[in-house]
């Protein structure tokens, strides 16, 4: 079944198209007040970005969603969960300092801020799903709780999912830790010993003692303690630590999907979605910088069904010109996969085709310009 996205670029000559307004049309054309009931407790599901990270979703334009939801009766609170890595986001407390500094205050956003998988991620319930990869799924406990969900997405590149959209904001951002520990173990990291420095870099970021060091401290790594969190090759110095692109990526992207449907199943037609097409960068806003954008800034989009909101997205950063200086290294020219530029092992479009086949939603849409 082919689902509608409704669109909004970012042109604006007056005060009635000027962003506020758009997101607000967007939300009314896309019928998310058809879902969301009177005393509703709803999730308002962000990212707030690392510390470091300025490229995530302004609150600004979050307040308009939240003033939207309050105006039906309902009660909207924003959220997210705890990282799997260490980090600014890695337990409640450091989670909540960090997204206050970003701006995610009631003052600004107009809603209370609930960090849905606990003080230290250990609040989840079991949902049973039954697909391919997974029988069930973890989902974080207030996310569960809520009666409806808005799911704003920073539209972005991924170094392991090709890209970060509406999916991977449900399965990931609707995860506690052991949740994101289920995605992540998919894919675990090997060392190339002839290119090793023995700098020991890898072993001091490593929480979970799965770094083993040899008589010349060439590093290992033992797959029985490792969660897969990537930690260690994000401070390899020489890039002797690295995946298995070919067959563990499709698989992590399989148990990311079906995470994301499980994140949504005990909410049947009370989603809705908004995807942010601005600085549109290489990586995830987890990443404790922000990137040049790899294209220009694109629109808003708005949608009740992630893969094709996602879709859509994929297929208009394509469509565009890809910035020069930026990390793209090729793929520059219109039509061009520009995820497949910046991370050329990795297939983003996984995700909506395993989608549509789990039956997350359609890869197929209708393009309503608003």
Not at 125 to 138: A, N, P
Not at 143 to 149: C, G, L, N, R, T
Not at 290 to 309: C, E, K, Y
Request: glycine fraction near 12%; aromatic fraction near 8%.
């Amino acid at each position: 079944m082919t689902a509608t996205v409704y669109f909004a670029d970012l042109r604006a000559r007056s005060p009635g198209d000027n962003t506020i307004s758009k997101i607000q049309r967007l939300f009314d054309a896309t019928g998310f007040a058809g879902f969301i009931g009177d005393g509703d407790l709803t999730a308002i599901k962000l990212h707030f970005g690392e510390r470091g990270n300025d490229s995530y979703v302004s609150p600004v334009f979050v307040r308009q969603v939240v003033d939207k939801v309050k105006a039906l009766g309902a009660r909207p609170f924003l959220t997210d969960t705890n990282t799997l890595y260490s980090g600014s986001r890695h337990n409640a407390v450091d989670h909540i300092v960090t997204a206050v500094e970003h701006g995610f205050d009631f003052a600004v956003a107009g809603a209370p801020l609930i960090i849905a998988d606990g003080i230290r991620g250990g609040h989840f319930i079991e949902v049973e799903i039954r697909k391919k990869h997974l029988d069930t799924v973890k989902i974080a406990g207030d996310i569960a709780a809520a009666d409806s969900m808005i799911v704003i997405s920073h539209f972005k590149g991924h170094g392991m999912a090709g890209f970060g959209g509406a999916i991977k904001n449900l399965a990931m951002g609707c995860a506690p830790v052991a949740g994101k520990r289920d995605q992540h173990i998919a894919a675990r990291p090997s060392v190339a010993d002839e290119v090793c420095n023995s700098c020991g870099s890898c072993a001091d970021v490593c929480e979970h003692g799965a770094i083993r060091t040899n008589n010349d401290g060439k590093a290992s790594v033992e797959h029985g303690c490792c969660i897969g969190c990537g930690e260690c090759i994000a401070v390899c110095q020489t890039g002797a630590i690295d995946l298995d692109w070919e067959q563990d990526i499709p698989r992590f992207i399989g148990r990311l999907t079906e995470y994301a449907y499980g994140a949504v199943k005990g909410k049947p037609g009370r989603v809705g979605y908004i995807n942010f097409l601005t600085r549109i960068t290489p990586d995830c806003d987890c990443v404790p910088w922000s990137d040049a954008p790899i294209v220009p800034d694109i629109g808003i989009l708005a949608s009740t069904d992630p893969v094709a909101i996602d879709a859509a997205c994929y297929d208009l950063v394509n469509e565009a010109r890809g910035f020069e200086a930026s990390s793209l290294t090729c793929h520059h020219e219109c039509g061009a996969d520009k995820f497949r530029g910046v991370w050329p092992l990795v297939d983003g479009r996984l995700q909506i085709r395993y989608g549509e086949e789990i039956g997350l939603g359609s890869g197929a849409y209708r393009f309503v310009r608003i």
